[in-house]
């Protein structure tokens, strides 16, 4: 055991720590979750539009309010390529401490350069962008652009590469001409980008880097051994005190949003239609991480439980009140550095196979039809369980048992190995009398 716990301690806390300093993965995490309102806010509307009632529905469509809850969904849910990488640029900018608002503007400019326009072939045409690549066609783009852009606008400003004005003019007329000479460097690049690609035939920029890196990371988040494997890692930094869903979820969280949103664009086409993906955000938040990481709600329901019991170790009755209700919502700090968790080998095997068995449970049981997936609705990470599954599924009773039956499956997980912990706590306990 000692061996072990040297082993984590000297070999992967530092690397987890580096991984959760790592300016690239601090602004890809920034980026997406400056969009995290719009997306939410857009899932109430799909919530809205797609309750499984009826008569709500078929009026509805009687009423033409459908239409406008769908532009309601697509105009702040549809939006997040072009939030990120606003987002990413003035996170990546910031770190460098320069100017992030100014950042991220010139990288919203050249995500709009390089999207693709369409024409309406009128006589008097209209141009216009297709709003699938402001979404989550175009959140790799907006990623890979975002940090380029901001990058290339820290070097300028950093090597004093600018226009300075007297330190009588206002900050923010200064911020303004500070930027022209990097804006102008970063749009013209982009601008020879789209003008390449588009004159020799290549296609857009937005389906090339699908094609490239989408594929592959597609592959490890998307499948179940993919999945399991990054569930794996999760638990293992968050195990060793390094929040795991900063360093893991960085990387992967585009994958399950732009999945999340594909599943919103079936769903929104057919609501009886097949959807597209089973792992999805909501998938992940909702259905493995019950509780938080390392699906500890089993955990804490299992110490409330124990505490019950007359001969119960104090730390177990201290603790169960402080868990309990936190953890319901998803908030388990509280036990992982109270009980701890953290560092504590005895809950290392539990901490890993709870969330691994809940993606094994979820995944099987949604692509064999006896659950409905998750259909693009972004709910909180902290409603509680039950009614998060019901609305994950856009309403579904199978979403909420699946949570119950997750949560029985992380209890038993959890109940031998914490009674291991329970009667070291009684011993250690009896001794100090």
Known sequence: MSKINTVLEEKMLPLA???GQ?????AIRDGITLGMPLIIIGSLFLILNSFPVASWTGWLQE????VYLDKGTSSSFGLMGMIAAFGIAS???QQYKVDGMSAGAIAMSSFLIV???IFSGDEAPLEGIQIGYMGSKGLFVAIILGLISSWIFQWFINRDIQIKLPDTVPPAVARSFSALIPGA???SLWTIVYGVTDSFGIGNIHDAIMKLIGGPLGLLGGSLVGTMIVVFFNSLFWFIGIHGGNVVNSIFSPIWLMNTDENRLAFQADPHAALPHIVTGPFMDNFVYIGGGGATLG???VIAIIAIKKKASII????APLTLTPGIFNINEPAMFGLPVVLNLKLLIPFILAPVFNVIIAYLSISSGLVQGTVGISIPWTMPPIISGFLATGGHVSGAVLQIVCILVDILIYLPFYRSVENQNIKDEQGLI
């Open 316 to 319: 177990s009755r201290t603790m």
């Open 63 to 66: 009423t033409g309010l459908n």
């Open 17 to 19: 720590a580096k991984l």
């Open 115 to 117: 999207t693709p326009t």
């Open 185 to 187: 460097v970063i749009i």
């Open 22 to 26: 790592n300016k690239v993965l601090i």
């Open 299 to 301: 955990l804490v329901i």
């Open 91 to 93: 996170s990546l900018a």
